[in-house]
């Protein structure tokens, strides 16, 4: 079953009733599909409508028209005490301007996320920041953070609850290049344990690394491929093949 399903999905902004105004549609009739464990990345120009709908997966907003659903909740008919249970239970996000707590410290944040969610874990909390590489970094404030520690920050803080999808929204938009290649690293990881990501990006980087590409211009999917193997891994398929073939000669091996 797709964890992700959007058939006919419609956002539109402004009233209907409106002649000399009528409604903007941010997204405009998508149907798409995501599967558990995928990484997909969305690309368009500036309002092509990738914000409005990594906002509708996050359970942030509602479809105007069409059906939406996200590990088998339909977001359109949800109260908004039900979006806050969604978005704590199933979604972790990651955004491009951090949006950490300036007075508290790197664990506080992570724990922030838990206290939401159900209770605190200190240890826990910990653990997740020495994932991502910030053991060191437990008790410093953001303002004491280069701008790739943060970001981390955000990821450790976006797992802490073993979501089912990740959401990011320009995760290396306001990174320098030794930075971006952390969060990137981090991302294929991520990918690798089989979480289930969704990224918008401009960054070719991103893209590369990702299973698919879709993308959006005016409010609709304009295109949608498949990425081609990774070169390291097609070449570790003939190594595999020889190493079973010599595993298969060797009498008791």
């Known amino acids: 079953m797709a964890l992700i399903d959007l058939q006919d999905v419609t956002r539109s902004f402004g009233r209907q009733s409106s002649k000399s105004t009528p409604p ?27 914000t409005t709908l990594l906002n509708l997966l996050a359970g942030l907003d509602r479809p105007s028209a069409g059906r939406a659903a996200v590990a088998g909740v339909p977001i ?22 951090f949006h950490l707590i300036p007075y508290l ?56 609850n073993h979501p089912r999808l990740i959401l990011a929204d320009e995760p290396t938009g306001n990174l320098d290049e030794a930075n971006e290649r952390q969060v990137l690293d981090l991302l294929s990881d991520l990918h690798g344990q089989g979480y ?15 299973d698919r590409v879709i993308h959006l211009e005016h409010g609709r999917i304009a295109g949608d491929s498949l990425r081609a193997p990774r070169p390291e891994v097609a070449l570790e398929r003939p190594m595999l093949r020889t190493l079973q073939a010599v595993a298969q000669s060797v009498p008791g091996l």
Request: charged share 25%.
């Open 105 to 160: 410290t790197a664990l506080e944040n992570v724990m922030l996320a838990q206290y939401v969610h159900s209770m605190t874990d200190r240890d826990e909390a910990r653990q997740a920041l020495e994932e991502v590489g910030l053991g060191e970094r437990l008790s410093h404030l953001p303002s004491q953070l280069s701008g790739g520690e943060k970001q981390r920050v955000c990821v450790a803080r976006a797992l802490i």
């Open 24 to 50: 903007v549609r941010a997204l405009d009739g998508i149907s798409l599909t995501v599967e558990e464990g995928e990484w997909l990345v969305v690309m368009g120009p500036s309002g092509s409508g990738k």
């Open 196 to 210: 289930t990501l969704v990224v918008v990006t401009h960054n070719p980087e991103v893209a590369n690394l990702a």
């Open 76 to 97: 359109g008919g949800l109260s908004p005490r039900e979006l806050a249970k969604f978005r704590r239970e199933v979604v972790g996000l990651i955004f491009q301007e």
